[in-house]
């Protein structure tokens, strides 16, 4: 057999595949749509970042300290003054109906304690109810206060040196924006859903059609059927891995520090073991239905919970970190956060790349093997 | 009139065997199809029919004997079977969100054809078809029968000496049948022998030669006139204006006798095969006469290749329950 007809055959399959994917738009609004509004959805109204702490303020002082440290609150973006009442029970219902996160109450004598050099209490109640918000409101409260301190303590002794200073300087992305973690992170649930839920329906559905029977009694080979089937859907995920760094780029100003090729190569390493993963599923189910559930529980879940998205891999137990080095989700997300927001290289990302492609080639085998097992 | 010429044979199989586990689908059968031949495979469904094609078409390993299409041994060599036949299966042949010529162009492409010669049999198929003013429709959009006509062209597209057809005419309307048939005749006239499966018995009757397949067994291969000679021998007569009880009461004698085969009913006719001396007219009329049926009507009628799936099936199950 000439190599010509060859890629003949795996055009022709490719091509048909294109024909199925443009008759049903459902493919292409899930396959593009998705990805957009997934961005914008975590981008966006998903944040991790905690700032306008809406605070409500009791000040019983009156006096030129309390304001002060009211205004030490409220300088930063960090607290917003929401409410100002006489008396701390006033406060209790304004935390209670979401009004108010946090309350500062400033007693009186508060100035009186501040020009005695005796220790000035003011009392700060969080809601607990969210506790992400509340350790990081108590972060902010207890920086806010030192600093308070430090400025007080350096007037009455008249200027002195810091006997210590941690000089912090966070690299990579300086201001700690989750958006611009995130939008590397959303291309792997991106990826998955796509990448894994189509090639498992596509073939499921030549199985379910009886089609796959009509494609073996063809001269085409096994592994002709597989290249011209994933290949659009290769494309398709290339696409999108484009449409997300665009819309990352341009609406939530993620950098690009490495390089755009090691970027893509680290996408297509990912694309492939996901298509083969679907490969595996839809040779193993034969059923659209059961297919998909096993496509959505098998990649979505490891994508969001074990892919070191949302919770750091090295956080987990044991067992569920075991996994996680096994399937792709984590390299594809600590490989590509380092090209774009570390800026690194080959020599560094190689052990993510070998990782996702030795999954690649196990699902393979097994896509492979499954196939040539149970004919028609 | 049994067996082609081995020369010319271009389907020869020997003691092909199927076994799923303990469960033997086909079941040491023999046979040889010739060049240019309509051969009708006959059966009903679980017999072994499609497990056959799909063994001669080497979608399936046999477990025992062996089989050659097209000069190429099924077991050894089945990419070059695929390469030399054209296959339309039974439960799927077109992609119904693909249009006509899509279609086609796919089919075209799977055999690893291009260029003026796949656009030459493209065109070949739409106008085999009828579809020269369709080839932008949606194949879902046309009505069954054209559908099985556009599957036919597409398997024929690489130009195949031999086509298998598994049950073509499963859920066509009588009229599309027909048709379906003329087309199947007309493209044996071209040079392509036909291998075709069905449970209509009317269509079995087109056939050059049938072979009747029960429980994984061929149990009979033959032409139609010559598998009714052999299966259900003797005269029919069908009779109008008598009961059947009526008419099995007159005809006692001859059935202790061993000569009357069968009487069954078909509207207000019996129907009754006899051998021997009442497959005389006048003799039969008279055995009736005798027994006080004066007012019948008689007319000779033809056994069907129904009579002898029935004779055939019937005496596989009887054998079943002896054992």
């Known amino acids: 057999m000439s190599g010509g007809s060859r890629v003949n055959r795996i055009r022709a399959i490719a091509q048909k ?57 409220t300088a930063q973006d960090l607290f917003e003054l929401v409410a100002e009442r006489e008396t701390a029970e006033a406060v209790e219902p304004l935390l209670r109906r979401n009004v108010a996160r946090a309350a500062l109450i400033i007693p009186q004598g508060y100035s009186r304690d501040v020009h005695r050099g005796e220790t000035a209490t003011a009392q700060l109640l969080l809601d607990g109810a969210d506790n992400m918000s509340a350790s990081i409101a108590l972060g902010y409260a207890n920086s806010i206060a030192l600093a308070q301190s430090l400025g007080r303590a350096r007037v009455q002794l008249g200027g ?16 700690l924006e989750s958006s611009v973690v ?28 009886g089609s796959m029977e009509q494609l073996f009694a063809t001269p085409v080979g096994r592994l002709e059927i597989i290249l011209g089937k994933l290949a659009p859907y290769f494309a398709l995920g290339l696409v999108q891995v484009l449409l997300v760094l665009v819309t990352g780029v341009v609406l939530f100003d993620v950098p690009v520090n490495g390089s755009l090729a090691l970027l893509f190569l680290i ?69 590509l956060r380092g090209v774009l927001l570390r800026g690194n290289g080959l020599d560094v990302v190689w052990l993510d790349l070998l990782a996702m492609g030795a999954f690649f080639a196990v699902m393979l085998v097994v896509a492979t093997k499954r196939f040539q097992r149970r004919v028609a | 009139m049994d067996g082609a010429n081995p020369d010319d044979a271009i389907v020869q199989v020997q003691s092909l065997t199927k076994r799923f586990g303990s469960f033997t689908a086909v079941d ?17 469904n679980g017999a072994g029919k499609t497990t056959t094609i799909r063994m001669l078409c080497g979608l399936l390993a046999p477990s025992d004997g062996s089989a050659t299409v097209a000069g190429h041994d099924v077991g050894r060599h089945p990419r070059r079977v695929k390469r030399a036949i054209g296959y339309m299966s039974q439960k799927f042949s077109l992609y119904l969100d693909l249009t006509v010529e899509e279609n086609l162009a796919f089919f075209s492409g799977a055999y690893g054809m291009h260029g003026p010669r796949r656009a030459e049999r493209i065109a070949w198929a739409l106008e085999h078809a009828g579809l020269q003013d369709r080839r932008a429709a949606l194949t879902r959009s046309l009505p069954g029968g054209i559908r099985q006509r556009l599957a036919l062209a597409s398997a024929l597209l690489h130009e195949p000496a031999l086509v298998f057809l598994d049950e073509p005419t499963a859920g066509v309307d009588p009229a599309s049948r027909r048709d379906f048939w003329r087309l199947i005749r007309r493209i044996v006239r071209g040079g392509t022998t036909v291998f075709v499966t069905t449970h209509h018995l009317d269509e079995a009757e087109y056939c050059d030669r049938v072979g009747l397949m029960v429980d994984g067994k061929l149990v ?104």
Request: aromatic share 8%.
């Open chain 1, 182 to 209: 995130l939008v590397p992170g959303l291309m792997v649930i991106v990826l998955v859903l796509v990448a894994v839920m189509l090639t498992a329906l596509t073939v499921a559905r030549e199985y379910e059609r």
């Open chain 2, 28 to 44: 040491q059968v023999s046979f040889e199809v010739g060049r240019g031949e309509i051969f009708g495979y006959l059966g009903a």
């Open chain 1, 17 to 73: 595949e294109v024909f199925h994917i443009l008759r049903d738009p459902q493919i292409l609004v899930f396959a593009l749509g998705m990805p957009v509004a997934l961005i914008l959805l975590f981008g966006y109204a998903v944040s991790f970042d905690v700032e306008h702490i809406p605070l409500a303020v009791v000040d019983q002082d009156h006096s030129s300290e309390s304001r002060a440290l009211v205004a030490a609150f």
């Open chain 1, 267 to 335: 996408a297509s390493v990912f694309l492939l073991a996901m298509l083969m993963q679907g490969l595996v599923i839809s040779v193993v189910t034969r059923n659209q239905m059961i297919a998909s559930q096993v496509a959505a529980i098998s990649t979505l879940l490891p994508a969001m919970l074990l892919s070191g998205f949302v919770f750091p891999v090295d956080n987990m137990p044991p067992v569920l970190q075991g996994i996680a080095h096994v399937l792709p989700a984590k390299y594809f997300v600590d490989g």
């Open chain 2, 220 to 323: 009979a291969l033959d032409t139609p006139p010559g598998l009714k000679a052999t299966h259900v021998p003797g005269r029919v007569w069908a009779i109008e204006g008598a009961t059947k009880a009526e008419v099995e009461y007159a005809l006692k004698p001859a059935r202790q006798a061993g000569q009357v085969h069968a009487v069954q009913v078909f509207g207000r006719q019996v129907h009754v095969r006899v051998t021997g001396p009442l497959a005389d007219h006048d003799a039969f009329l008279a055995a009736l006469r005798d027994a006080g049926l004066s007012h019948t009507r008689l007319e000779e009628s033809q056994a069907t290749l129904e009579d002898v799936f029935l004779e055939l099936v019937g005496r596989g199950r009887n054998g079943e329950e002896a054992a």
């Open chain 1, 160 to 175: 002195f040196e810091m006997p210590v200073e941690a000089r912090v300087r966070t690299l990579f992305n300086p201001r």
